[in-house]
């Protein structure tokens, strides 16, 4: 017999100390071990096996390399910077998607889940695309140096943009989906007694908000402090950020012992910076009264709503849109579909078969990373849910959002070094794609439930178990109706991340079974204009896809059948 709403409220009421704590504690370390294996064998063992290869010198671990490293002016130069630009990325980036966010939780119109699909297809790209988009609008010869003859390349302005072009979509969804489940009538009751509408956001609403606002803004940091390709496009030789000076240390100049001294730092500073947001948002966390998502949206309302809405659509136009609307017309060209008939060629070059195959291989891969990250970062939400859980059950909530701030470069050399032995062996296997694409995935998925999860009322789940049922009843009957949907979308942002990762996957790939990502980057290495061309056809390719995919899922997320 199903537990009913009505028959937990009650019990809940009369529950003092509930007789399945200890039950439910044991139960939530269970739960802890999959996770925990799982970074501990494709995360932990990988990062430490290339870093102490890069500090081992004759058996002999050289610590005092790391002063030596932090000593040069020009280190020094690349960590400030690398800070400084993931702060003013993330202040720019909330400033700038916060109203969007609101809109799309609060507003009802025609065309607005493939307008969310629109906003969310520019994150998954990779970034060496998102930033060969954006030198085509600022560079030589671009848009903007077309029309009013003004260049930004190889400026700070072009790298932030980039960046908030790139991390709109992570705002917008993560903030914007709690915010659209959030009772408006507390906000009401507020100005009802007397709180102007200002005050009664900043009072009600905002605190409310702020686990899903730190969560985005930690990601946005985290993206913008390991950003790779678009400062390598953007920047020039005048800007570097610490992962490019990995990439450059290892793959340029050959120096293992500093890129493995660089790969400590970025891991420490990361570490600290989740360690600063564990902490604030335990400080911040609240039940909240949840709703359908549905029943909270209507039409704007009056000027200052329509004023919101036109301008939030004329942000999307000009930051969102152009980039990839340029990113259209470089893949037609002078020849109209000259470059996707090439992609199905042979040339025998950078490519042992049709660069057409990537677009099979990425769907294939990201099916499997999604499926891998859902379930991973499902059961660490889960056990991550209650605050009264151990110091090693917190501590795992900041170490699960690691792989956003290491060096994908050091993980996929750390797949390669690692992952080479029995029982271990995987080089060969095509499960190691969908294993490194997955770490990048999970972060995302617990990110994305963990504030909704954390906002379902626990007397709800302990009145269940006083009730009898068992912790894997309770997850179905109390927290599974009420997170639905922010697994749905999880389920989206990992397949989205899955088919944009190139860092780690361009070193475990095959070559004849390369990803949309590391194809575009064969293509946009070699010269010639047909290269570059079959480069923005496959990057388009890539964005039509991840945009029928996301289209889909908001069909599926937004269904009126009252099952969130």
Same mark, same amino acid.
């Given at each position: 017999m199903d537990l009913t709403r009505t028959e937990v409220t009650r019990a809940g009421k009369r529950a003092g100390k509930p007789a399945g704590t200890v039950r439910g504690s044991a139960?939530?370390?269970?739960?802890?071990?999959?996770?925990?294996?799982?970074?501990?064998?494709?995360?932990?063992?990988?990062?430490?096996?290339?870093?102490?290869?890069?500090?081992?010198?004759?058996?002999?671990?050289?610590?005092?390399?790391?002063?030596?490293?932090?000593?040069?002016?020009?280190?020094?130069?690349?960590?400030?910077?690398?800070?400084?630009?993931?702060?003013?990325?993330?202040?720019?980036?909330?400033?700038?998607?916060?109203?969007?966010?609101?809109?799309?939780?609060?507003?009802?119109?025609?065309?607005?889940?493939?307008? @969310?699909?629109?906003?969310?297809?520019?994150?998954?790209?990779?970034?060496?695309?998102?930033?060969?988009?954006?030198?085509?609008?600022?560079?030589?010869?671009?848009?903007?140096?077309?029309?009013?003859?003004?260049?930004?390349?190889?400026?700070?302005?072009?790298?932030?943009?980039?960046?908030?072009?790139?991390?709109?979509?992570?705002?917008?969804?993560?903030?914007?989906?709690?915010?659209?489940?959030?009772?408006?009538?507390?906000?009401?009751?507020? @100005?009802?007694?007397?709180?102007? @509408?200002?005050?009664?956001?900043?009072?009600?609403?905002?605190?409310?908000?702020?686990?899903?606002?730190?969560?985005?803004?930690?990601?946005?940091?985290?993206?913008?402090?390991?950003?790779?390709?678009?400062?390598?496009?953007?920047?020039?030789?005048?800007?570097?950020?610490?992962?490019?000076?990995?990439?450059?240390?290892?793959?340029?100049?050959?120096?293992?012992?500093?890129?493995?001294?660089?790969?400590?730092?970025?891991?420490?500073?990361?570490?600290?910076?989740?360690?600063?947001?564990?902490?604030?948002?335990?400080?911040?966390?609240?039940?909240?009264?949840?709703?359908?998502?549905?029943?909270?949206?209507?039409?704007?309302?009056?000027?200052?709503?329509?004023?919101?809405?036109?301008?939030?659509?004329?942000?999307?136009?000009?930051?969102?849109v152009l980039p990839l609307a340029v990113l259209v017309q470089r893949s037609l060209g002078a020849s109209g579909f000259g470059y996707y008939r090439a992609l199905t060629r042979e040339d025998g070059g950078a490519f042992l078969v049709p660069p057409i195959e990537a677009i099979g291989n990425s769907l294939q891969y990201a099916v499997a990373a999604t499926v891998i990250a859902v379930v991973i970062g499902a059961l660490a939400a889960t056990a991550l849910t209650r605050r009264d859980a151990g110091r090693f059950v917190r501590g795992f909530d900041a170490l699960l959002m690691l792989p956003l701030g290491v060096s994908a470069v050091t993980v996929g050399f750390g797949f390669l070094i690692a992952l080479d032995e029995p029982p271990l062996d995987l080089r060969s296997s095509w499960i190691l794609v969908p294993l490194a694409q997955a770490l990048v995935g999970v972060p995302f998925v617990v990110r994305t439930m963990l504030p909704v999860l954390r906002a379902v009322d626990g007397r709800l789940r302990e009145a269940a178990a006083v009730l009898g049922a068992s912790p894997w009843r309770v997850w179905r009957e109390v927290d599974l109706p009420m997170v639905r949907r922010a697994l749905l979308v999880a389920a989206g942002f990992a397949f989205a991340v899955s088919l944009g990762e190139f860092g780690a996957t361009v070193f475990i790939a095959r070559p004849d079974n390369p990803t949309l990502p590391v194809a575009v980057a064969r293509l946009l290495g070699r010269p010639g204009d047909m290269n570059y061309g079959q480069a923005m056809a496959l990057s388009t390719i890539l964005m039509l896809v991840c945009a029928v995919a996301l289209v889909v899922l908001e069909r599926l997320r937004t269904d009126r059948s009252g099952e969130f």
């Open positions: 139960a939530r370390l269970g739960l802890m071990a999959v996770p925990v294996a799982f970074f501990a064998v494709f995360f932990a063992y990988p990062v430490a096996a290339i870093v102490a290869r890069g500090l081992e010198v004759d058996g002999v671990w050289r610590l005092g390399r790391i002063g030596d490293v932090l000593a040069q002016s020009d280190v020094r130069h690349v960590l400030w910077f690398t800070t400084w630009q993931a702060l003013a990325s993330t202040a720019l980036t909330l400033l700038v998607a916060l109203p969007g966010a609101y809109v799309f939780a609060r507003f009802d119109f025609p065309g607005k889940q493939v307008l @969310r699909a629109v906003v969310t297809v520019p994150f998954v790209l990779p970034t060496v695309v998102v930033g060969t988009a954006f030198l085509a609008l600022v560079g030589r010869g671009g848009l903007l140096d077309d029309l009013w003859g003004l260049r930004l390349d190889t400026t700070v302005w072009a790298i932030l943009l980039a960046h908030v072009f790139f991390n709109y979509a992570v705002v917008v969804r993560t903030v914007g989906g709690l915010w659209a489940q959030l009772d408006p009538r507390q906000e009401e009751a507020a @100005r009802m007694l007397g709180a102007s @509408r200002l005050r009664a956001w900043r009072q009600v609403t905002l605190p409310a908000l702020a686990p899903a606002v730190a969560a985005a803004a930690l990601m946005v940091f985290l993206f913008t402090f390991t950003s790779f390709g678009v400062v390598q496009i953007l920047g020039g030789p005048t800007f570097s950020t610490l992962e490019v000076e990995i990439y450059r240390q290892t793959s340029q100049v050959f120096d293992l012992s500093t890129a493995a001294v660089l790969t400590l730092i970025q891991f420490a500073a990361v570490a600290a910076v989740l360690a600063v947001h564990a902490w604030t948002v335990r400080r911040r966390e609240s039940a909240l009264r949840l709703v359908d998502a549905a029943t909270t949206a209507r039409r704007p309302r009056g000027a200052g709503q329509w004023t919101l809405f036109a301008g939030v659509l004329g942000t999307v136009a000009v930051l969102l």
